[in-house]
């Protein structure tokens, strides 16, 4: 009887979506030579050639395909047995990866994770950052359960759903703020602006709302990091425009200034996951933590 290994077969799918030994290498944080030895076996184990290689690079054999075709249902079959044992145990228990952008990393987790683990000690949670397409593409690829991303997000089989609405924000030292009250994309295009990194789906929104002044923008920095921006505008080297939720406590704007941007601006915030997750008991636990703390802030807004 032939028996096939889950982490190869995950790995043959991984092969296949990126279309490469060593982007599937990279991503798994292993050698190509792991990878390419890994297919080896899956296909000396069904004595079958599963991928073949061409002039663009590698694509399935027909047996490839075939197999392909089960790899999802064998997947969630494993998925639906492991939460029908779950439920038969007291204490909530196993891991869970979520993936989300740095702001919300800083600014909104800590207090997510920290009730998790007081309500569930032997619960993991494990977080990923980066920007919303990596954390869609990983959701899709079954390395991250759950994504918190900046809307729209586009992909494969999702469930989307939005949790948080947010306001952005100028963010200035004291004695840069006589520019103005509040600020304008015309105002914006004049001034050295410190933004995201190109790449992310914050970026974007605010490339956007920029544009609308008719003319081109260039930023006197691009930093991948919100902390970075900050400390950058509190050296008084320009302007950023930030989330509010980066700003929202005392502690976080220290020795910055916030300003309103005229139109306003906001982003939304979603959930995304694969339709055929399962949702066990700690996905379940992970997701209402995280709607009880928007809540929350929510309530806290408009008290």
Request: glycine residues 8%.
């Amino acid at each position: 009887m032939t028996t096939l290994n889950l982490d190869q077969l995950a790995t043959y799918r991984l092969v296949v979506s990126r279309g490469s030994f060593t982007a599937a290498a990279d991503v798994l944080g292993i050698s190509q030579p792991a990878v390419s030895l890994q297919i080896r076996q899956l296909e000396a184990s069904l004595q079958a050639r599963l991928i073949e290689r061409t002039g663009r690079g590698i694509r399935p054999t027909p047996a490839g395909m075939t197999l392909l075709e089960h790899c999802e249902a064998i997947e969630k079959a494993v998925n639906t047995a492991v939460q029908s044992v779950a439920l038969h145990q007291q204490e909530i228990s196993g891991t869970v990866t979520l993936g989300t952008g740095a702001t919300v990393c800083i600014h909104l987790l800590p207090a997510v994770l920290l009730t998790l683990r007081k309500s569930w000690p032997q619960l993991t949670v494990g977080v990923r950052t980066g920007n919303t397409q990596d954390i869609v593409r990983a959701v899709e690829e079954n390395r991250i359960d759950v994504g918190l991303v900046t809307l729209p997000a586009t992909g494969r089989l999702l469930d989307i759903t939005p949790v948080m609405t947010e306001e952005f924000v100028v963010i200035s030292t004291a004695e840069r703020s006589e520019t103005a009250s509040v600020f304008t994309p015309a105002l914006c295009a004049n001034i050295p602006l410190i933004v995201f990194e190109s790449g992310s789906g914050t970026r974007q929104l605010i490339d956007n709302w920029l544009l609308s002044a008719g003319k081109p923008i260039t930023p006197v920095m691009e930093l991948g990091s919100i902390e970075a921006i900050k400390r950058m505008v509190r050296a008084g080297l320009g302007y950023s425009i930030v989330p509010r939720l980066a700003v929202e406590s005392p502690q976080e704007r220290s020795g910055l200034v916030v300003h309103s941007l005229v139109p306003a601006l906001h982003r939304t915030l979603g959930l995304v996951m694969r339709q055929d997750r399962v949702i066990t008991r700690g996905i379940h636990e992970v997701i209402g933590h995280i709607e009880n703390a928007v809540s929350a802030r929510n309530n806290a807004e408009g008290a």
